[in-house]
């Protein structure tokens, strides 16, 4: 049964129906649909559209539908009505007979999707929010468990200076932390509610949208009926939202994809996160990193076509809207299932200590120490650097690490070089030197990891 049709003399053509049916894909909006509509009833009744009976055999309807629908949303996609505003319209009407056609006075599918789609964002934001604590949480296990292991630093992809994994773990920890800040704030930014915004020029009906956006869980109703209809801020904040974080998880991705190469073989992933060749039986692949990697750029296609459907959009409502739901449901499952899929990654995942430390010894990564310790003994910082460069540059020709040249070889470079220069070309003392808020040193980073439990602990996910 669709929803209009009276004036018209000729049913649509099969191939447009197909076409713009959304059923197929709003369906997942059926629970928001129908408390939406239960509120809707409160509020034209209280506006004296249906008596106190008529209300409440609505309610009763909508809520039976409410439980009945939950039990198996999916199969509501091939029910063959035009939407899902249509859908439960139908059901209603079957339930409660003409009471149920009542139920769409002063009310438009364009501020009902509008709505509906807002109250998925919200749950949906729930959902995301518990997925960045899980991974959260696992991280900071991780980084935990592995305190104080050397590992090497990269800039340029060269090896620059010592880290720990922890220190590179706790760096993921922090965007992620960033990721959640965000969607919370995309969260506060979406709690206005357009239902009463009716086609585009709001309701005729005596309604108090502040309160109705109150009982649906929003701050207040939208302030203009044009906006509350088109407005799409929301699915392309959620999407950018997506985007960022995606980006992450997809730096996170490559970064283990090279340390579990078999040119580093820095860390080991698990077998349950890690697949094997049709072909090749010795190979052990990351896909489930590779996939992080790849699904990156379907989130991030997800925001651009939606930013460019809403291009040039004229107010208010366009059947181009439609196309807002596809993706977001799309990226959203996408973004949550790789956060999930991530924290499946470190659960298992394994530090080769050995290797890590003799990268991070490699590549003369205790220059800087050298520089500095030049600097302790009164040589200005450039000169020591150029110092330094040719005392790398002839370590190198004699394939030696710097802590391995003796004092005499470095006399020929710098007068002021003694026995004090060894203990400082130690990992462990050039780690520990960086004890600064954000730095390094291991002292940081236990402070930094029960920081985060405190935080994590009052979250749930
Ligand atoms: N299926 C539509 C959508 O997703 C619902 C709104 C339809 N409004 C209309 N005026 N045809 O946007």
Redesign the pocket.
């Known amino acids: 049964m669709a929803l209009w049709g009276g004036r018209f003399t000729q049913g649509p053509d099969q191939r447009f129906k197909d076409y713009n049916d959304?059923l197929k894909f709003?369906y997942r909006m059926a629970l928001e649909d129908i408390e939406g509509s239960i509120c809707w009833a409160d509020a034209i009744y209280k506006a004296g559209v249906l008596t106190e009976q008529e209300n409440k055999d609505l309610k009763k309807a909508l809520a039976e539908l409410h439980d009945e629908v939950s039990k198996d949303i999916d199969s509501i996609a091939t029910a063959g009505d035009e939407?899902i505003?249509s859908y439960v319209e139908r059901r209603l009407i079957e339930k409660v007979g003409n009471l149920g056609k009542k139920l769409h006075t002063g009310r438009?599918?364009?501020d009902q999707?509008a709505l509906d789609l807002k109250l998925w964002c919200h749950k949906a934001v729930d959902d995301v929010l518990k997925a960045l604590v899980h991974l959260q949480k696992e991280l900071v296990k991780v980084a935990d468990e592995n305190q104080g292991k050397i590992f090497p630093g990269y800039t340029h992809l060269q090896r620059a200076q010592p880290v720990t994994f922890t220190h590179w773990v706790l760096a993921y920890a922090q965007m992620f932390e960033r990721d959640y800040q965000r969607l919370l704030n995309a969260k506060e930014l979406m709690s206005t509610c357009p239902l009463g915004s009716a086609a585009l020029a709001g309701t005729a009906y005596n309604i108090d949208r502040d309160e109705l956006a109150r009982s649906l869980g929003f701050k207040c109703a939208t302030r203009n009926s044009l906006d509350g209809v088109s407005d799409r801020d929301h699915v392309m904040e959620l999407l950018s939202c997506a985007s960022i974080s995606m980006v992450h998880l997809s730096r996170l991705a490559e970064d283990l994809i090279i340390y579990n190469s078999g040119e580093a073989k820095f860390v080991e992933l698990s077998d349950k996160v890690t697949s094997g060749s049709s072909l090749m039986p010795q190979k052990k692949n990351p896909d489930a990193l590779e996939l992080i990697r790849g699904k990156c750029g379907r989130v991030v296609g997800a925001l651009t076509g939606m930013l460019v459907t809403t291009k040039a959009l004229p107010l208010a409502?366009d059947?181009d809207?439609?196309e807002d739901?596809e993706r977001l449901f799309d990226a959203i499952d996408t973004w949550h299932d790789s956060l999930y899929m991530a924290s499946l990654v470190f659960e298992g995942i394994k530090l080769n200590e050995q290797n890590a430390i003799d990268a991070a010894k490699g590549g003369y990564s205790n220059a800087t120490e050298l520089a500095d310790y030049l600097v302790s003994k009164g040589i200005p910082f450039r000169e020591a650097h150029s110092i330094v460069g040719r005392v790398v540059l002839y370590a190198i020709s004699k394939q030696k690490a710097l802590e391995d040249l003796t004092v005499a070889e470095y006399k020929e470079f710098s007068e002021v070089v003694g026995d004090d220069v060894y203990p400082i070309l130690q990992l462990d003392s050039i780690l520990a030197k960086r004890d600064i808020i954000g730095g390094v040193a291991p002292r940081q980073s236990a402070i930094e990891i029960e920081n985060l439990k405190k935080v994590l602990a009052t979250r749930e996910g």
């Open positions: 959304s709003d939407d505003h438009s599918r364009n999707v409502y059947k809207l439609q739901k």
